[in-house]
Nanobody, 119 residues
Framework: QLQFVESGGGLVQPGGSLRVSCVAS????????IGWFRQAPGKEREGVAC??????HYAHSLRGRFTISRDNTKNTVYLQMSSLKLEDTAVYYC??????????????WGPGTQVTVSS
């Protein structure tokens, strides 16, 4: 299965920045499109951003604050988050996705990384 290990989460004040990472486990990242997702307490998991080797896509409400990038040599995908808001508090996950940023059937969810925005 296509799985990631996420890291880099933590506690940050509103308006702050944070970068989270996910490392591909047991497969070659370069062959896949990858998406970041998040799940806030009491809410469904939602898409944040996705990246191919040539293009990026963002949830409309997050465009301009979040930046997705990848380093295939490190088998790692990053999500740089800035101007963080209280509502960005969630567990953040990576998954392999198709060209429409839909999670692949062969993908599985990792443990995620908790991002908490609080003063």
């Amino acid at each position: 299965q296509l799985q990631f290990v996420e890291s880099g989460g933590g506690l940050v004040q509103p308006g702050g920045s944070l970068r989270v990472s996910c490392v591909a486990s047991g497969f070659t990242l370069a062959y896949y499109n990858i998406g970041w997702f998040r799940q806030a307490p009491g809410k469904e998991r939602e898409g944040v951003a996705c990246i191919s080797n040539t293009d990026t896509h963002y949830a409309h409400s997050l465009r301009g604050r979040f930046t997705i990038s990848r380093d295939n040599t490190k088998n790692t995908v990053y999500l740089q988050m800035s101007s963080l808001k209280l509502e960005d508090t969630a567990v953040y996950y990576c998954a392999a996705v198709d060209n429409d940023c839909t999670v692949l059937n062969s993908a599985s969810w990792g443990p995620g990384t908790q991002v908490t925005v609080s003063s």
